[in-house]
């Protein structure tokens, strides 16, 4: 089949590398002319496990091209799938500050592209998240724009993969939901997904993209119950890993649930996902405090820890402080609404003068993000930083230690090496751990000497 994938981000680029990996003929097309130029190049643009050598295989062969312009991609392809981003955008005049709603002005773009340039009956799929009813807008603002008359029919086809394991979950999916209120698109799109008959969740256009943004609410509920309970389990004595291990034993449940707990969920989805459903339930006149209750205790989590950090460490501009972990999550350059850069934030404004960063992937996109930021909280935020090649180098000679992101790279570090480091070897200089997400065990640490904090889990502290 013939594919154009608009808007090559992670989602974009991902799924038009698999397509092609499946034997189709794909363009991925960006307004990004930097992107596209490193991916003509060789270059891949954002990490993703497997991503680069998906996409050097699938270039090489002459499957998988780039391009900036739309008009190239419209006419490539017989089914056009819109991958662009669909950003939370304030509500103007609202009282409100969780109300936002899903700005979908780059798919408006894109479905005028395709009217101006569609030259055969086509597919329109949209994968990109975006609120119920956006598949008529597209169907309208396609019709009111074509100057010819040649059909076509729009798909909902929401994409689920995660960051981080983008290329794992598109080749091995749950589900794939193709929505559509026209019977005609079904057969090419089954086909498409012809490997996994067993997993194609048929329905009406409505459901698919309602369905989409339902799974991303759900899971931010769960995590922010798991959340709440940690704060419980401090209070208790309660161990909010042992309260999720036994809650994930119930089959109804499930050992992949999300309810690891932590310093909240972060990341370009969860949160602008369940702004955008929040404001859907109040733009059709229906109550959902659930939704902002969600909200609420995932904003407020990253100040709870800050909480525990001024308790423990008193102090902050006598000490160097490191953090580990800047992306949304592990395996991601992407820092995107990224809990652990909120917490190196508030550091700064806290007065730290020395903090040590590292992250595997993402020490450049923070460096971008943090520039971005310019001086508007009266100072440059990179020139407290010390961008660390290495965790070892991180660790050396530091006070405070904050784990900000979930890593097997950081559960490898041996207690006793680590408190080497972080003293210098002068055993007596006290250090603190933070952990923002569960990584270490709290006996170990103590034992180490270490002033141990990891939220939801309380036990006898230095
Ligand atoms: P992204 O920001 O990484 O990529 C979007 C790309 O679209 C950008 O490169 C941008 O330059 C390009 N673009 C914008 N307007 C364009 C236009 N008119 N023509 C061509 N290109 C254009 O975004 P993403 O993370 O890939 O997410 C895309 C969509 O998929 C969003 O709606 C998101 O919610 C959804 N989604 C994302 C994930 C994820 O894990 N990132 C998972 C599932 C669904
Ligand atoms: C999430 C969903 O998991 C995907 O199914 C969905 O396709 C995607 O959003 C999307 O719509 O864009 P992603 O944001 O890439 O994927 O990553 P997750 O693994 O879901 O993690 C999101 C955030 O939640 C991270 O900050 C992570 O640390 C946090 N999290 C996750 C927790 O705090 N606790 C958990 O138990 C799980």
Redesign the pocket.
Known sequence: MKIST???????LVTGAIFSEWGHEVIC????ES?IEKLKQGEVP?FEPGLKELIDRNRTSGRLKFTTD?KEAVEHADIIFI????PAEERIKSHDQYLKRANLT?VG??AR?IAMYIDRPKIVVD????PVKTGEHVEKTIKRYLSKDIPFWVVSN??????GQ?VKDCLDPDRIVIGCNQQEPFKTMRELYSRFPERIIETNIWSAELGKLAANGFLAISISYANILARLCDKTGADVGQVAKIMKADRRIGPKAFLNAGIGYG???FP??VAALYNIFSEEGLDSQLLKEVMIVNDTQVEYFIEKIKEEVWTVGDKTFSVLGLAFKDDTDDVRESRGLEVLKELCRMGAPKIKVYDKHALETTREELERMGMKDGFDYNEKLLYCDTVNEACSDTDVLIVASESNEFKEIKPYHLRKAMTNGEMNRPSWIFEGRHTFNPTEMLKEGFIFYSIGRPFERK
């Not at 608009?6 to 974009?12: E, R, T």
């Not at 991958?83 to 669909?86: K, L, R, S």
């Not at 994968?127 to 975006?130: E, H, I, Q």
């Open positions: 608009i808007g090559s981000g992670y989602v974009g097309a960006d307004v990004n992107k954002i739309n991958c662009v981003g669909t780059y773009k894109v592209d994968k990109s998240t975006v929401p994409e689920f993969l995660r960051e983008a990341g370009s989805c602008k996902d």
